[in-house]
């Protein structure tokens, strides 16, 4: 089956897409990095030229409106996550944005009404389902090998983003 090459747009390169996801984007068959963005131009210049990206911007409506990008991966920190899919929504692209979605339910909602409107997929980076110790867990827990779930507790180690500290 022939499918068409998705050519992608990142908007925010900052350290999800250095190992995670750009590189995959150039990984996939069907797939193309072709543009990518950052408020520093030349932070995203260079992260073009180490990434093989022929096109950079410093300013997302560039990229979104970009015709040579056909759907955009959002990858900036989540309060932005909103502000760019209503955009990318209206420009009719597909959106992929990165994980947690939005700030709240509120703005989900809204990412998903302005999707829906503009008939184009919403897709949310939840990659680690994937990881094999998510894949095991889950296996687990479907053969009820581990009994009845009362309590989670999870640890992660990684800064916060400063917008999520601050309070208004």
């Known amino acids: 089956m022939n499918f068409k090459k998705v050519r992608w747009g990142i908007i925010g390169c900052g350290d999800v897409t250095e190992v995670k996801?750009?590189?995959?984007?150039?990984?996939?068959?069907?797939?193309?990095l072709v543009a990518v963005m950052r408020r520093t131009g030349a932070l995203a210049k260079d992260y073009a030229e180490r990434h093989g990206v022929p096109k950079w911007y410093d300013n997302a409506d560039a990229l979104i409106n970009d015709p040579d990008v056909d759907a955009v991966y959002i990858a900036t920190?989540?309060?932005l996550h909103m502000e760019y899919?209503?955009?990318?929504?209206?420009a009719g692209k597909p959106v992929y944005v990165?994980?947690?979605?939005?700030?709240?339910?509120?703005e989900c909602t809204e990412m998903i009404k302005a999707c829906h409107?503009?008939?184009?997929p919403l897709f949310i980076a939840y990659y680690r389902r994937a990881q094999s110790k998510f894949v095991k867990i889950k296996k687990l827990l479907e053969n009820n090998e581990i009994g009845d779930i009362r309590f989670v507790s999870t640890t992660q180690y990684q800064q916060v983003a400063d917008e999520v500290t601050k309070v208004q």
């Open 21 to 32: 996801s750009g590189p995959a984007f150039q990984k996939v068959e069907n797939a193309e």
């Open 77 to 79: 920190p989540p309060g």
């Open 98 to 106: 990165e994980k947690p979605m939005a700030l709240n339910w509120a």
């Open 117 to 120: 409107q503009a008939y184009v």
């Open 85 to 90: 899919t209503l955009k990318v929504a209206k």
